[in-house]
């Protein structure tokens, strides 16, 4: 897979952020704080490969509500 662009990214976020603020059974602001702590914290990765794990790692949650 090719490294996901900029925009990709973004809409991760966004989409996290969104499945955050319905979460019900799980803390919101813990949730949410680590969402942007994450992506604070994986701002300057520069690798293809740990972008990639990464992105991969916020779809995965997405998907499947938790990360494996």
């Given at each position: 897979?090719?490294?996901?662009?900029?925009?990709?990214?973004?809409?991760?976020?966004?989409?996290?952020?969104?499945?955050?603020?319905?979460?019900?059974?799980?803390?919101?602001?813990?949730?949410?704080?680590?969402?942007?702590?994450?992506?604070?914290?994986?701002?300057?990765?520069?690798?293809?490969?740990?972008i990639?794990?990464?992105?991969?790692?916020?779809?995965?949650?997405?998907?499947?509500?938790?990360?494996?």
């Open positions: 897979m090719l490294q996901p662009s900029r925009q990709q990214v973004l809409r991760l976020y966004k989409h996290l952020i969104k499945y955050g603020n319905h979460l019900t059974l799980t803390d919101k602001n813990y949730f949410l704080g680590r969402v942007r702590h994450e992506f604070r914290e994986n701002r300057q990765l520069t690798n293809p490969l740990e990639e794990f990464n992105f991969k790692r916020g779809e995965t949650l997405l998907k499947k509500g938790r990360i494996l």
